[in-house]
């Protein structure tokens, strides 16, 4: 295995069982976070997993500037980028849009849409020089679906899966593949935050498994997505919530 594969909020979460899984596989990953406290552990289990190589590189995904400079060190350590996980991004707590601000309006624009989008600028110049690439980006069920409350996540997510759809095509006749996946609610320290509040016991049932994903069953998918093989798989929006976009289960 000689493919160098980038994880962006690759520190925690679904970003962190996805460097797991793809070091299970033995790539070679590059994480970009800015959570550097909790780099040498990700970076250090990594390697114990099979990794061949994990970097980190500090990069807040606000800077259009850091983004560019993180690419370079890619370009500078690796030599080329094979795949490629857009992945880190928060959201906020339920609310009705009218209460929504407009700094929320700004903070998840440029997290879930403006970084994605900059990232993959990146990632396909990279990728069409290397005559290979394979693109995931982390959408959601709110990507699919809204939730009452819930417009401004729905809003910058559904905004994920236009540009994956938009994007899949202009490079369809390419070695390059662009998808996305879209999560049920995941395990992650961004949702364990808060286990102690009261409408915790609501995001427990809200999988139709009536359990949390794990983010290991995430990141086995973006890495079956990343696979040569998966060559055909292209401009799909892949739920991974054990039906929660198929219906109604409730
Ligand atoms: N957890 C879920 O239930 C769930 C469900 C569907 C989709 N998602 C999506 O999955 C993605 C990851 O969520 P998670 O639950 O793993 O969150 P998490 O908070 O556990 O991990 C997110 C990572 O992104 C990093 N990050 C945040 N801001 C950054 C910035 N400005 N620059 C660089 N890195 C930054 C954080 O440091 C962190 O390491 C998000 O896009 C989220 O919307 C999560």
């Given at each position: 295995?000689n493919?160098?594969?980038?994880?962006?909020?690759g520190l925690?979460?679904?970003?962190?069982?996805?460097?797991?899984?793809?070091a299970?596989r033995?790539?070679q990953?590059?994480?970009?976070?800015?959570?550097?406290?909790?780099?040498?552990?990700?970076?250090?289990?990594?390697m114990?997993?099979g990794?061949?190589?994990?970097?980190?590189?500090?990069?807040?995904?606000f800077?259009?500037?850091?983004?560019?400079?993180?690419f370079?060190?890619?370009?500078?350590?690796?030599g080329?980028l094979d795949c490629?996980?857009?992945n880190?991004?928060?959201?906020?707590l339920?609310k009705?849009f009218?209460d929504?601000?407009?700094?929320?309006?700004?903070k998840l624009?440029?997290?879930?849409v403006?970084a994605?989008?900059?990232c993959?600028?990146?990632?396909?110049?990279m990728?069409?020089?290397?005559?290979?690439?394979?693109i995931?980006?982390?959408?959601?069920?709110a990507?699919?679906?809204s939730?009452?409350g819930?417009a401004?996540?729905?809003?910058?997510k559904?905004?994920v899966?236009?540009?994956?759809?938009g994007?899949?095509?202009d490079?369809?006749?390419t070695?390059i593949?662009?998808?996305?996946?879209?999560p049920?609610t995941?395990?992650?320290?961004l949702?364990m935050?808060?286990k102690?509040?009261?409408?915790?016991?609501?995001w427990?049932k809200?999988n139709?498994?009536g359990?949390?994903g794990?983010p290991?069953?995430?990141?086995r998918?973006?890495?079956?997505?990343?696979?040569k093989?998966s060559?055909?798989?292209n401009?799909?929006i892949?739920?991974v919530?054990?039906?929660?976009?198929a219906?109604?289960f409730?």
């Amino acid at each position: 295995m000689n493919k160098v594969a980038l994880v962006t909020g690759g520190l925690s979460g679904i970003g962190k069982g996805t460097v797991f899984e793809l070091a299970k596989r033995g790539y070679q990953i590059v994480i970009f976070d800015i959570s550097d406290d909790k780099a040498e552990d990700v970076i250090n289990q990594a390697m114990q997993n099979g990794a061949k190589d994990c970097v980190y590189k500090h990069t807040n995904l606000f800077s259009s500037e850091e983004i560019a400079e993180s690419f370079d060190f890619i370009e500078e350590h690796f030599g080329k980028l094979d795949c490629a996980f857009n992945n880190a991004g928060f959201g906020i707590l339920n609310k009705p849009f009218g209460d929504v601000t407009e700094d929320e309006m700004d903070k998840l624009w440029g997290i879930d849409v403006k970084a994605y989008m900059l990232c993959m600028k990146h990632e396909i110049k990279m990728m069409q020089e290397n005559d290979f690439g394979r693109i995931v980006n982390n959408a959601s069920g709110a990507g699919l679906v809204s939730v009452k409350g819930g417009a401004l996540y729905a809003a910058v997510k559904h905004a994920v899966v236009g540009v994956t759809k938009g994007a899949a095509l202009d490079y369809a006749t390419t070695n390059i593949t662009i998808n996305a996946i879209a999560p049920g609610t995941i395990a992650t320290e961004l949702i364990m935050q808060y286990k102690d509040k009261p409408f915790f016991k609501d995001w427990l049932k809200s999988n139709p498994a009536g359990r949390l994903g794990k983010p290991s069953e995430i990141g086995r998918v973006v890495a079956f997505l990343f696979e040569k093989d998966s060559s055909f798989i292209n401009g799909v929006i892949l739920p991974v919530d054990s039906g929660y976009c198929a219906g109604n289960f409730k």
